[in-house]
């Protein structure tokens, strides 16, 4: 069976810091991988998506950066994080054109 | 992009009462789906509806997907403490990008 791993769980991380925020699947293969961000109390805001290695939709422009290094890893980074880079980040895979996403169980980041 | 937005944000009902939360877009929605996110946790996914005026059912809970493929309900039949958490609806732009609505938060006053 396909499960996905998606580590630390939390992080907190001073301001101008580097982030590396880590997702792997297993049991599937040529996944496509999307990063989400959930602010507080608020919906989830689709970040990046990456339907094979080394390829990466960018969504948002922002301070954060994703790679795909490997065909099921799934890598999120910052040089410098911000105040306004906190919140919950969500990883999620889906077979290609085949139904719903699956969630990992996130990463709460705290940036002070 | 194509927005979907979901109302209402914030729902807070008795136990026992029902609830429903409505997902609209100005444009066809190819398919719909709908998660449940429990506080502090992660989105499941509950179901997806791909046909004009689809109504599926999950024990207390009813899925409708509109005739013209805009809008989209999720409707919980006496609540439960169970129920507690925020109700997401999702729809592909294209064939890879999953974007979700704001979601509604539901809280239940036992």
């Known amino acids: 069976s396909q499960t996905i791993h998606q580590w630390p769980a939390t992080l907190v991380q001073p301001v101008g810091s580097p982030l590396s925020l880590e997702c792997t699947v297993e049991g599937t293969s040529n996944p496509n991988l999307y990063w989400y961000r959930q602010a507080a109390g608020r919906g989830l805001q689709l970040l990046f998506y990456s339907v094979g290695i080394g390829q990466i939709s960018s969504e948002v422009p922002q301070n954060l950066s994703a790679s795909r290094p490997q065909d099921r890893q799934f890598i999120l980074s910052s040089k410098k994080l911000l105040l306004s880079d906190s919140g919950f980040y969500l990883c999620?895979?889906?077979?290609w054109g085949q139904g719903f996403p699956f969630f990992g169980q996130g990463t709460r980041l705290t940036v002070v | 992009g194509q927005q979907v937005m979901q109302i209402p944000q914030y729902q807070h009902v008795q136990e026992g009462e029902d609830f429903t939360t409505y997902c609209n877009s100005s444009?066809?929605?190819?398919?719909i789906q709908w998660y449940k996110q429990r506080p502090g946790g992660h989105p499941v996914f509950l179901i997806q509806l791909v046909k004009s005026g689809e109504v599926k059912k999950q024990k207390r809970l009813t899925f409708q997907f509109g005739e013209a493929k805009k809008n989209s309900s999720l409707h919980i039949t006496a609540t439960q403490t169970t129920d507690v958490g925020t109700y997401f609806c999702a729809d592909f732009q294209g064939a890879q990008k999953l974007v979700f609505g704001q979601g509604t938060r539901l809280t239940i006053n036992p």
């Open positions: 444009t066809t929605l190819s398919n």
């Open positions: 999620a895979w889906r077979l």
